[in-house]
């Protein structure tokens, strides 16, 4: 079969963009329970015993289980809208393909700053990283939006301002988990409880494009 005569022979197929961004998205999730292990306890204990060790090891995992929820959450909405931006993409050039790897490279490092998240989050050190990465998803994620409408490779009633605002959201959300890493670290990945408090007010309100 012949190209179409509109084909533009550096576009990327949209098909093939969608399906390495899923991949992605779906491996990355899949890795972050990779960091609930199951509890290692001495088969020679008693049963008494074993099972007091069993949930002693259960109980100093709710944290990490905590941030493996959050996390989840929050990519699963990441992939949403991304998915949500691409279903009115018409067509995808060179450079948004590339921008588009840039982000999903930042959303690959989450099973790394999530684990570095549970196993160290009552230090700045172990905060920090996981509100970059989450940053920088959200910045890279509105370059793709600015990119898409600055080369009006969206369909008309794309809803881009909206998606903008989400990831602006999501950017103000965790500079302020970063900030709060060098406060009180303790406290700072409790800040992504705020995206879901404001976010189901968001999905009321429409605003033009």
Do not use: C
């Not at 930042?106 to 160290?120: E, I, K, Q, R």
């Amino acid at each position: 079969m012949s190209p179409d005569a509109n084909t533009n022979p550096q576009d990327i197929p949209l098909g093939r963009l969608h399906g390495l961004s899923d991949g992605v998205f779906a491996i990355v999730m899949t890795l972050l329970v990779l960091e609930l292990n199951v509890p290692g306890v001495a088969r020679t204990l008693s049963q008494a015993a074993q099972s007091a060790a069993v949930n002693q090891t259960l109980l100093d995992l709710i944290g990490k289980v905590g941030i493996y929820i959050l996390t989840f959450l929050v990519t699963g909405l990441s992939w949403l809208s991304h998915n949500r931006l691409f279903v009115y993409v018409k067509s995808a050039d060179q450079r948004l393909g590339f921008l588009n790897v840039v982000h999903l490279m930042m959303v690959s490092l989450l099973p790394f700053t999530a684990a570095l998240l549970g196993s160290y989050g009552n230090v700045a050190g172990g905060v920090w990283p996981y509100a970059l990465n989450q940053l920088l998803m959200s910045l890279t994620y509105l370059l793709l939006l600015r990119y898409v409408r600055q080369h009006a490779l969206a369909e008309a009633h794309a809803p881009i301002r909206m998606l903008a605002v989400r990831s602006v959201l999501n950017s103000a959300v965790f500079a302020v988990m970063g900030i709060l890493a060098f406060i009180q670290p303790s406290i700072a990945w409790f800040a992504p409880v705020l995206l879901g408090i404001i976010q189901p007010l968001l999905t009321r309100w429409k605003p033009k494009n």
